[in-house]
């Protein structure tokens, strides 16, 4: 199973370091920029856009505050 998950503040940063705890192979996205380097060096993937990220993935979890930070993800 590959997982996407959006928004890596707390919440989204803990989930995702979970799933690659437990071997899933797992693409992360976040607006701000950095925020998926320490979980890149775990082995994640990072997405250079929220589309791309849902795209790479069979289960998205969204870490968002509001719909615009992941306007976008579900069309081009």
Do not use: I
């Given at each position: 199973m590959r997982v996407t998950v959006l928004g890596l503040g707390s919440m989204g940063?803990?989930?995702?370091g979970a799933l690659l705890d437990k071997g899933v192979e797992t693409t992360v996205w976040n607006r701000s920029a950095g925020r998926a380097a320490p979980?890149?060096?775990r082995g994640a993937r990072e997405a250079a856009t929220p589309l791309e990220a849902v795209e790479a993935a069979d289960v998205v979890i969204a870490c968002?505050?509001?719909?615009?930070?992941?306007?976008?993800?579900?069309s081009p």
């Open positions: 940063s803990a989930l995702a979980l890149v060096a968002v505050l509001d719909y615009d930070a992941v306007r976008g993800c579900w």
